[in-house]
């Protein structure tokens, strides 16, 4: 059974960056794309993009271009997120998602979701 | 790309059958079979619940169902049960390798 568990919640302020992790169990970690995903109060979800953390490689939604990074560590088979220039309208749970099947195969089937974590901006 | 279209909220009584239309374009819904579900109850992260349009993972009840016409993809639930109350998104594959989601459907079970 493949879990994953995310850091906990974020309080920071309007410009600031926030780094969320995103640690995995039970399943492979390399050959999956994890994903980002977040939902603002109350509204639906945002891909926000992904990476294969065997080929290092990222794949960002063009809204979060650049202000966006996905990393992932192989050694600890965890992945992270980082948002930067925070602003208000980036409140929200961020989820990370495993695709269901391995990266060859990957079509945006999201398998396995952490439990979220909450970032909130406020000045 | 703007978001696939849900209505919503759906309602049904126990016992009935519902669907939920999920509509795109010819970029994402229409362009391949690659459109998935997602149950989510409040406070908990969604759950898997269709794949490549009709497939079901295991341990997902036979009461979900999914198909699709043209840029319509949709979601059946059949023998409607009080915990299929629920939001449901559906989410789409693109032609250009990004990943689409609806908006979400609220599903009250009356």
């Known amino acids: 059974q493949v879990q994953l568990v995310q850091s906990g919640a974020e309080v920071t302020k309007p410009g600031s960056s926030v780094k969320v992790s995103c640690k995995t169990s039970?399943?492979?970690?390399?050959?999956?794309?994890i994903s980002w995903v977040r939902q603002a109060p109350g509204q639906g979800f945002e891909w926000m993009g992904g990476i294969i953390p065997e080929l290092n490689a990222a794949h960002y939604a063009q809204k979060f271009q650049g202000r966006v990074t996905f990393t992932a560590d192989e050694s600890t088979s965890t992945a992270y997120m980082e948002l930067s220039s925070l602003r208000s309208e980036d409140t929200a749970l961020y989820y990370c998602?495993?695709?269901?099947?391995?990266?060859?195969?990957?079509?945006?089937?999201?398998?396995?979701w952490g439990q979220g974590t909450l970032v909130s901006v406020s000045s | 790309h703007s978001a696939l279209t849900q209505p919503a909220s759906v309602s049904g009584s126990p016992g009935q059958s519902i669907t939920i239309p999920c509509t795109g374009t010819s970029n994402d819904v229409g362009a391949y079979n690659y459109v998935s579900w997602y149950q989510q109850h409040p406070g908990t992260p969604p759950k898997l619940l269709i794949y490549?349009?009709?497939n079901r993972p295991s341990g997902v009840s036979d009461r979900f169902s999914g198909s699709k016409s043209g840029n319509t993809a949709s979601l059946t639930i059949s023998g409607l049960q009080a915990e299929d109350e629920a939001d449901y998104y559906c989410a789409s594959y693109t032609k250009t390798s990004i990943r689409l989601f609806g908006g979400g459907t609220k599903l009250t079970v009356l």
């Open positions: 998602a495993r695709d269901y099947r391995d990266f060859h195969e990957s079509r945006g089937v999201f398998g396995s």
């Open positions: 039970g399943g492979t970690f390399s050959s999956y794309v």
């Open positions: 490549d349009v009709y």
